[in-house]
T-cell receptor
Framework: ETGVTQTPRHLVMGMTNKKSLKCEQHLGHNAMYWYKQSAKKPLELMFVYNFKEQTENNSVPSRFSPECPNSSHLFLHLHTLQPEDSALYLC????????????FGPGTRLTVL | GENVEQHPSTLSVQEGDSAVIKCTYSDSASNYFPWYKQELGKRPQLIIDIRSNVGEKKDQRIAVTLNKTAKHFSLHITETQPEDSAVYFCAASILSGGGADGLTFGKGTHLIIQP
């Protein structure tokens, strides 16, 4: 148990749907991350929040919209996705931005039809 | 599920010496083993990876070895330089036609290169 939870674990959506991924960490960390993992590609960092402030947007399309209402919760809002957005989306947290250890959640397996 | 152990948690070496970081994994079905480097304040970046159909892979000063029988893989950095100072993460995963089942990361090794 890493202390980072993600819901849902699996999500299937159409290209016109709007859905949200949720991440919650119970570790008292200050930094949270969204990663995307696709087949045959390295882990891709999407967004970084440090003390609720977004510090990095790794050239992510606007159809992905993050939200960090507090340092324990992180959302990823999805709308008008494309089939190539199907992937595993991982959330992670660390004590501080750039800290040694990142704790990852179990991920949400997203399939876009 | 998969469990990846990484050692040591901190490694200090003199500049120019070699550094070795070791990882073990528990799931014999794992077939993909990447290594990530994370510099202070920066995102993790993939530096090298290996698949289970090979035993060794090199890229300039970096090499990774894999022992499937022992479920063990290692990162080797030769002729270390100050810019090698960072945290290194190993990971294991099962890659299939439908995509990765998710990376299980080690907890990281803080590599310090002493001038």
């Amino acid at each position: 148990e890493t202390g980072v939870t993600q819901t849902p674990r699996h999500l299937v959506m159409g290209m016109t749907n709007k859905k949200s991924l949720k991440c919650e960490q119970h570790l008292g960390h200050n930094a949270m991350y969204w990663y995307k993992q696709s087949a045959k590609k390295p882990l891709e960092l999407m967004f970084v929040y440090n003390f609720k402030e977004q510090t990095e947007n790794n050239s992510v399309p606007s159809r992905f919209s993050p939200e960090c209402p507090n340092s324990s919760h992180l959302f990823l809002h999805l709308h008008t996705l494309q089939p190539e957005d199907s992937a595993l989306y991982l959330c992670a947290s660390s004590q501080d931005f750039g800290d040694n250890e990142q704790f990852f959640g179990p991920g949400t397996r997203l399939t876009v039809l | 599920g998969e469990n990846v152990e990484q050692h040591p948690s901190t490694l200090s070496v003199q500049e120019g010496d070699s550094a070795v970081i070791k990882c073990t994994y528990s799931d014999s079905a794992s077939n993909y083993f990447p290594w990530y480097k994370q510099e202070l304040g920066k995102r993790p970046q993939l530096i090298i990876d290996i698949r289970s159909n090979v035993g060794e892979k090199k890229d300039q000063r970096i090499a990774v070895t894999l022992n499937k029988t022992a479920k063990h893989f290692s990162l080797h950095i030769t002729e270390t330089q100050p810019e090698d100072s960072a945290v290194y993460f190993c990971a294991a995963s099962i890659l299939s036609g439908g995509g990765a089942d998710g990376l299980t990361f080690g907890k990281g090794t803080h590599l310090i290169i002493q001038p």
